[in-house]
């Protein structure tokens, strides 16, 4: 009787502590209740002039395109789609044999959400500063940009269009975009009227507006033009959160 009655205790309290805001998709079915790590079982890989596996993945951490790579790109995206509100958690590094020029490092890297992944199936992912975005009018881009001199963090929208930007310079007192092999740890929260990216642990671009969530495809890219250097991530987790509206 006493074991009857502890699990009824257990099946009262996950219930009770499950999120107040749950993702169905188009048939119903809750989806992304729990955290999620990107690992090589449960990503799809799209690359362009980017040979030799790339992108290629070792246990959590992801080579999106190897350095000595000029005018190529590498793209993963989830299998499962994650809806809005989420919460994506990564590290990022950067690397040139260069030393880090900024004329001679490129492109960055791309967080991808809210994206319309099937447009992969047919097209090679772009090169250069499109970072492996496909401008096709769906999704969000969160880009880490490193070539010339105005290195940043860039959100722009599905046609490439720039909706908010902040630079780092020698006044600031957070680390360079641009990584030479160390790691960055980004944190980024989407909400269905606010987009907030963490860098190094603080707030370093907001963005209030009413997002288009149609699509859920969540990824990432980078890319090369003419200057090159190895990008990757690694400790990937994104989950969903309560909605801003449950928060009072």
């Not at 006493?2 to 079915?29: A, I, Q, R, T, Y």
């Not at 149609?214 to 090159?228: C, N, Q, V």
Request: net charge positive; charged share 25%.
């Amino acid at each position: 009787m006493v074991n009857v009655m502890k699990k009824k205790v257990m099946v009262f309290l996950f219930f009770c502590l499950l999120p107040l805001s749950w993702n169905l998709d188009e048939h119903g079915s809750l989806y992304g209740q729990a955290e999620v790590k990107l690992k090589s079982s449960n990503v799809k890989r799209f690359s362009k002039n980017n040979k030799n596996g790339y992108p290629k993945i070792n246990r959590y951490e992801i080579t999106l395109v190897p350095d000595q790579k000029k005018k190529a790109a590498g793209v993963i995206f989830l299998k499962s789609k994650m809806g809005v509100p989420f919460e994506i958690n990564f590290d990022y590094s950067i690397y040139g044999d260069d030393g880090g020029d900024p004329w001679a490092s490129a492109d960055g890297l791309v967080f991808m959400f809210c994206k319309n992944s099937s447009a992969y199936e047919t097209q090679k992912p772009p090169t250069g500063g499109n970072r492996g975005f496909i401008e096709d009018g769906t999704g969000f881009g969160v880009h880490f940009a490193i070539y010339g001199s105005n290195r940043g963090i860039l959100l722009k929208d599905g046609y490439g269009d720039l909706l908010k930007s902040t630079f780092f310079d020698w006044r600031s007192s957070l680390p360079d975009i641009y990584t030479h092999g160390e790691w960055r740890h980004v944190k980024i929260t989407v909400h269905e009227s606010s987009i907030v990216v963490f860098y190094e642990g603080k707030p370093v671009l907001r963005w209030d507006y009413k997002i288009d969530t149609e699509h859920k495809g969540i990824g990432f890219g980078a890319a090369t033009g003419a200057a090159d250097g190895e990008h990757k991530i690694r400790n990937v987790t994104v989950k969903p959160v309560r909605s801003e509206s449950t928060k009072k």
